[in-house]
């Protein structure tokens, strides 16, 4: 069977004591929480950590404080390493932010929900099947740029790897405006969501490999609306070839601002800025949203490295965005 | 929502049946192996842990087609930890599930055929340092132009993947015809021609391979292999050819298998090299394949390519069949001439077929090979012939189950190609589905994206010839009584998930009067159990179950003869039921079971029978009559319902209505999981599993991991509505037939018959894909041709067909011309001698 390597694990209780072993560990090591992610992909060996430092016995790591506390502005502040199925059952998030829950539940399966972490889906590796393949596979092709070798095998003439952001969370989180707070060896600093991610499959984080994505804030729950959209071979398991998030902030019934961003198509969660665009201003009506979703699949550029036809998936951001933006319509329209 | 029938599982069999002679048989059973499975107790391959016990790992080619010039495995010698090392010199003779097909190697001797073919084994103390040790073998490749695929194989007869086959890189050409089609073609009021193509999947059991060696050095000079197979005998036959070791040598045990569906049909690589590697080191050794290993064993679904033309009359009788198929065999050739003949054997045991003609070939192609996946070589076929007849009604504006019911085979008949027809319940199942889907008020009426679609199907019961030719029995059974009561069963058959221990302690039960709990099973061990051939071809119920019941009638015999002694009663009015032997006249005069088998071990010694089971010959005397003839034949008819989503072609199947002819259900609970399973089964390859390749990257598998090669979750299995059929056959124990495969047969056409009727676009190739849809949608749009499939079917060189009279053209099932081969062969193999 396939086998984890042999590794050094750690167990911080703070997060001070856990930067300090990232520092001693320097290049050999990572950090992780839940680790469904960094597991398989090491029994692979498409990353091969020598020490392994675990996030999850820091309290620090497992708090949510929200609401109106007075510290917080009526934002919720959530600490990375809650796992899926926890953040889906705060009821504070089920109220205010039933959108994150909703992208929360459709991350694989509930097994692995049970372990996964909310931080965890937010640094996921980028994805592709020329990549996550084991070690004999990635041989066979002769490895590519991701690991082990030189060339991308999606664009073999690129400079740069083409490997998906694969993560379901991720495009909520930058279509919310949340930010997240890293913590490391020299200080702490606050990124806008959309400022962690890089269009770069092996860089696909600007978090350095010694910090910390310590806690994600989001913003107060007042006039805006959002949903998210999956598109996967099945039901469950699958990662998105295609995510759609859509925000509105509304003004009555009139779009006063809108953000689109996609998942599954670039190597970070992909902003349409034009979409928002067409869209602010209106009242949702088909000619806009159907100008959206053409602002969305002009950019969106799907390659061959996930499941299902290329051509399709780009077919399928039209589709996709115009459901997610006639959801947010009927949720405004439709009597309460 | 959740109408999915279930029947009640009962805890005993005491009560009897209503309506039928059977007080066990038929009733719904807790299978005899399942309190051991669900609570952890059963100890699959992978559960096995001897003393000193080393584990061994495969080196596998990373190339698609190369020559092996040189390997050096002296460094991995060294590694600490390394206890032995193999190459294909190592074992370098022969074998193949076929004895025609001897064609692969334990490790590859020169060549190497596919990425994933093994090349070298390490034995080491630990898994983790076994795989260290791989990357220390050093080989040197020359690598050969890889063929992609069956069209490939065609067009590049060199380099040949093989040096034997009978054309280039077509392993198999087949070419029957039985009686003259194009005069039939000229009677048809309507001739129509379809091409199809059915993609390759793969089987996902749930267990991955795993087998352990043990040798007892000489004297004793005795090998011991546990393995998860479903054909211990034949893997025992290939050990003791390959290592050179006396079968009696050779002890072969199957372990319970997690799930076969004919992927554990071969003897495979990893099952000899653990065998070599126990011999050199003196330790035992395991081996348990990743995933993605289980992908490379294959012996998959054959990618089939299809191309059908039938004559019909107005009124939907068929004048004649004109089939071909060109399956995509990839690197060896496994049941490969098996599969390609049942590509063209059972068409004709549904509706009548006066007059058929089969061109078949098998291609070598550089991919993991194909083989036997449940239904083996017939769903793709049934797909192709299945939407075909629905184009064909629609074109005579018939009722596509009318259609079929005007046409179903007689039972007790004989078909153009010689296949002996037993009991045949199609008309049954097809009236079953047709007014439970409400087939009537909703074909055609259904509003657009919303569709329903209806196929048929039937399969064999047990193969009627053994893999190798011999004149012995398929199944053997000893048989122990108990002076307690018990009952010890042998049979060399293999339990694999399907329930086939179960069905021996329920027919024994069944004679005896006994509770299937009271019989202990022992099964697939050849040292301890007669030989039976294997799990396959869904087999096992109708071959052990008629050697088993011949075994129980003959203990019953014996014990009936004693009681009758000792209670003074005539033997004829003695029953068994209820673990008592009582006269039926008086049933309070009677015996214990256990008291009957005293009196008759005190007067005869052990009580001990066997029983055997040999299908009668074939009708047809032709070469390549082998494959398709079976002891009894099932029959299944499928509606689906489907909802198709026209923006994005993504197809979801709601439910399915099953009507399934089992002849007999002997555990009515098996009967219906096996045809829920068979169901969906059917509905991953109607719509997604694919065993896809790289063809441009080195050929290499696209997803072999359980992720990204795509098959249903519970959230998209449909509902199934069942309805079991019982036309017993004369042929059956108690008249069953088969039930494990047949139901698979016809989903993924009726699948596709159903996407049509929700869209009117003809998808003419599984998996039903949204990207398919979709373009067929937008074809259609343009008004092109609403169709996604194939588009040609490549010129083949055919050799000179054989040529048989059917059975109502005053035949005899030889053929008239063309058909010396065997002969001819025979008289080859004469002059070797």
């Known amino acids: 069977m396939l086998r984890l390597p042999s590794f050094t694990y750690l167990q911080p209780k703070t997060l001070h004591e856990a930067?300090?072993?990232?520092?001693?560990?320097?290049?050999?090591?990572?950090?992780?929480?839940?680790?469904?992610?960094?597991?398989?992909?090491?029994?692979?060996?498409?990353?091969?950590?020598?020490?392994?430092?675990?996030?999850?016995?820091?309290?620090?790591?497992?708090?949510?404080?929200g609401g109106n506390d007075g510290r917080t502005e009526g934002r919720t502040v959530v600490g990375s390493c809650i796992t899926l199925s926890e953040l889906a059952i705060v009821p504070s998030f089920r109220r205010g932010y039933p959108v994150v829950v909703h992208a929360a539940e459709l991350v694989s399966t509930p097994l692995l929900r049970n372990m996964g972490t909310l931080g965890g889906n937010l640094c996921l590796d980028t994805r592709c099947n020329y990549y996550d393949?084991?070690?004999?596979?990635?041989?066979?092709?002769?490895?590519?740029?991701?690991?082990?070798?030189?060339?991308?095998?999606?664009?073999?003439?690129?400079?740069?790897?083409?490997?998906?952001?694969?993560?379901?969370?991720?495009?909520?989180?930058?279509?919310?405006?949340?930010?997240?707070?890293?913590?490391?060896?020299?200080g702490e600093r606050v990124v806008p969501a959309g400022r962690l991610y890089a269009n770069d499959g092996i860089n696909y984080l600007t978090k350095h490999a010694d910090e910390i994505l310590a806690d994600i804030r989001l913003p107060a729950p007042d006039d805006w609306d959002a949903t998210y959209h999956k598109l996967r071979r099945r039901g469950s398991f699958d990662f998105p070839v295609l995510g759609v998030a859509a925000w509105i902030r509304w003004d009555d019934r009139t779009v006063a601002d809108a953000r689109i961003v996609l998942g599954g198509v670039a190597s970070r969660p992909q902003e349409i800025v034009e979409a928002g665009r067409v869209l602010t201003g209106t009242d949702l009506s088909e000619e806009a949203i159907a100008a959206a979703a053409d602002a969305a699949y002009r950019p969106a550029k799907p390659l061959d490295n996930t499941d299902f036809d290329l051509s399709w998936r780009k077919q399928m951001t039209r589709v996709y965005v115009k459901a997610a933006l006639q959801e947010l319509r009927q949720r405004r329209t439709a009597p309460a | 929502m959740g109408t999915r029938k279930k029947a009640a599982v009962k805890e005993t069999a005491a009560v009897g049946r209503p309506g039928t002679p059977f007080r066990v048989v038929g009733n719904a059973l807790r299978k005899v192996d399942a309190t051991a499975k669900v609570?952890?107790?059963?100890?699959?391959?992978?559960?096995?842990?001897?003393?000193?016990?080393?584990?061994?790992?495969?080196?596998?080619?990373?190339?698609?087609?190369?020559?092996?010039?040189?390997?050096?495995?002296?460094r991995a010698l060294t590694l600490p930890g390394v206890k032995a090392v193999l190459t294909g010199h190592d074992l370098p003779i022969p074998f193949g599930i076929l004895p025609v097909s001897q064609d692969e190697h334990a490790l590859a001797l020169d060549k190497v055929r596919f990425v994933g073919d093994p090349v070298a084994?390490?034995?080491?103390?630990?898994?983790?340092?076994?795989?260290?040790?791989?990357?220390?073998?050093?080989?040197?490749?020359?690598?050969?132009?890889?063929?992609?695929?069956?069209?490939?194989?065609?067009?590049?007869?060199?380099?040949?993947?093989?040096?034997?086959?009978?054309?280039?890189?077509?392993?198999?050409?087949?070419?029957?015809?039985?009686?003259?089609?194009?005069?039939?073609?000229?009677?048809?009021?309507?001739?129509?021609?379809?091409?199809?193509?059915?993609?390759g999947s793969t089987h996902l059991p749930m267990e991955q391979h795993a087998a352990v060696g043990d040798w007892s050095p000489p004297p004793d000079g005795k090998l011991t292999l546990w393995s998860s197979t479903q054909t211990p005998h034949y893997v025992h036959r290939a050990l003791a050819k390959v290592l050179e070791l006396p079968p009696a040598k050779v002890r072969v045990i199957a372990t319970p298998n997690g799930g076969g569906f004919g992927g554990k049909s071969d003897p495979f690589s990893h099952e000899l090299v653990v065998a070599k590697l126990a011999m050199l080191t003196g330790r035992p050794v395991k081996i348990t394949l990743t995933r993605e290993e289980v992908f490379y064993c294959h012996r998959g679904r054959h990618p089939t390519l299809m191309w059908v033309k039938t004559g019909v009359k107005k009124d939907g009788a068929i004048t004649a069949m004109h089939f071909k198929s060109l399956l995509d065999g990839g690197g060896y050739g496994s049941y490969g001439v098996a599969s390609t003949y049942y590509t063209g054997a059972l068409q004709t045991v549904t509706y009548h077929v006066p007059r058929y003609k089969f061109q078949g070939a098998r291609a070598f192609t550089n991919k993991p090979p194909c083989g036997p996946k449940r239904g083996h070589g017939t769903p793709q076929p049934r797909f192709a012939l299945e939407v075909h007849l629905d184009k064909i009604a629609e074109q005579l504006g018939m009722d596509p189950a009318e259609l079929r019911l005007k046409q179903l085979v007689p039972p007790n008949s004989l078909t153009a190609n010689w296949l002996r027809i037993g009991s045949m319940g199609l008309g049954a199942c097809i009236r079953k589905v047709v007014q439970g889907s409400g087939w009537k008020e909703q074909f055609r009426n259904l509003p657009h994206g919303k569709g329903i679609g209806l196929a048929c199907s039937s399969y064999i019961t047990g193969a009627g010839l053994p893999v190798y030719w011999n004149a012995m029995p398929h199944s053997g059974v000893q048989l122990k009584c108990d002076r307690g009561g018990g009952v010890t069963v042998f049979c060399g058959s293999t339990?694999?998930?399907?329930?086939?221990?179960?069905?021996?302690?329920?027919?024994?039960?069944?004679?005896?009067?006994?509770?299937?709990?009271?019989?202990?099973?022992?099964?697939?061990?050849?040292?301890?159990?007669?030989?039976?051939?294997?799990?396959?071809s869904s087999r096992v119920t109708l071959m052990t179950g008629n050697a088993c019941i011949q075994a129980a009638e003959r203990a019953r015999e014996m014990i009936r003869r004693h009681a009758a002694t000792q209670l003074a009663v005539p033997a004829e009015r003695l029953a068994f039921a209820e673990r008592r032997i009582f006269d039926v006249a008086d049933p309070a005069c009677g015996l214990s079971f256990a008291e009957a088998v005293q009196l008759a071990e005190a007067a005869e010694g052990t009580i001990g029978t066997v029983g055997s089971y040999t299908p009668q010959p074939s009708a047809g005397k032709y070469r390549g009559a082998g494959v398709g003839p079976s002891p009894a034949y099932s029959y299944s008819a499928c509606v689906?319902?489907?909802?198709?989503?026209?923006?994005?072609?993504?197809?979801?199947?709601?439910?399915?209505?099953?009507?399934?002819?089992?002849?007999?259900?002997?555990?009515?609970?098996?009967?219906?999981?096996?045809?829920?399973?068979?169901?969906?089964?059917?509905?991953?390859?109607?719509?997604?599993?694919?065993?896809?390749?790289?063809?441009?990257?080195?050929?290499?598998?696209?997803?072999?991991?359980?992720?990204?090669?795509?098959?249903?979750?519970?959230?998209?299995?449909?509902?199934?509505?069942?309805?079991?059929?019982?036309?017993?056959?004369?042929?059956?124990?108690?008249?069953?037939?088969?039930?494990?495969?047949?139901?698979?047969?016809?989903?993924?056409?009726?699948?596709?018959?159903?996407?049509?009727?929700?869209?009117g676009v003809r998808i003419d190739e599984v998996p039903i894909t949204p990207e398919k849809v979709f373009k067929a949608l937008r074809r259609k749009e343009k008004g092109e041709a609403a169709r996604y499939g194939p588009d040609q079917f490549p010129d083949i060189p055919w050799p000179e067909p054989t040529r048989v009279a059917p059975p109502w053209e005053g035949g005899d099932g030889t053929a008239a011309e063309g058909g010396k081969g065997r002969q001819k062969a025979a008289a080859l193999a004469a002059r070797k001698r």
């Open chain 2, 495 to 536: 339990e694999i998930g399907q329930g086939s221990d179960s069905i021996l302690a329920v027919l024994v039960a069944e004679v005896l009067g006994l509770d299937p709990f009271d019989i202990a099973v022992v099964t697939g061990d050849t040292d301890l159990t007669p030989v039976d051939l294997g799990s396959y």
């Open chain 1, 19 to 65: 930067l300090a072993m990232k520092v001693d560990a320097g290049p050999d090591g990572v950090f992780v929480s839940g680790g469904t992610d960094l597991y398989p992909n090491m029994k692979r060996r498409q990353q091969e950590p020598k020490i392994v430092i675990s996030l999850m016995g820091i309290p620090e790591l497992q708090k949510t404080e």
């Open chain 2, 121 to 199: 084994a390490v034995a080491a103390a630990s898994e983790e340092v076994a795989t260290a040790a791989l990357d220390l073998i050093a080989v040197t490749y020359e690598l050969e132009r890889p063929i992609t695929d069956a069209e490939d194989a065609v067009a590049h007869p060199e380099p040949r993947i093989h040096d034997y086959g009978d054309l280039g890189n077509l392993h198999k050409l087949v070419n029957l015809e039985f009686g003259d089609v194009e005069q039939g073609f000229a009677e048809a009021d309507l001739v129509r021609d379809d091409l199809l193509f059915f993609e």
């Open chain 2, 39 to 74: 609570t952890g107790v059963t100890k699959f391959a992978d559960d096995l842990f001897l003393p000193r016990m080393l584990y061994a790992k495969l080196l596998r080619s990373p190339h698609p087609h190369a020559r092996i010039t040189a390997i050096d495995t002296s």
């Open chain 2, 640 to 759: 689906a319902l489907v909802d198709v989503d026209p923006a994005t072609g993504i197809v979801r199947v709601p439910r399915v209505w099953i009507a399934h002819d089992v002849g007999r259900s002997i555990n009515a609970a098996s009967v219906m999981g096996q045809i829920e399973g068979s169901v969906y089964m059917g509905l991953g390859e109607a719509l997604m599993e694919e065993m896809a390749y790289r063809g441009n990257r080195n050929v290499v598998h696209k997803i072999p991991s359980l992720l990204e090669y795509k098959s249903p979750t519970t959230l998209e299995m449909c509902d199934v509505v069942t309805y079991v059929v019982e036309d017993p056959d004369p042929n059956g124990p108690f008249g069953a037939k088969e039930c494990g495969q047949g139901p698979l047969l016809p989903v993924p056409p009726a699948v596709a018959n159903a996407v049509y009727d929700a869209v």
């Open chain 1, 133 to 186: 393949q084991t070690y004999e596979w990635r041989k066979a092709i002769d490895f590519c740029m991701k690991k082990d070798g030189h060339i991308c095998w999606v664009a073999p003439s690129s400079p740069r790897c083409w490997a998906v952001s694969s993560s379901d969370v991720a495009p909520v989180m930058v279509v919310l405006g949340a930010e997240f707070r890293l913590v490391g060896p020299k």
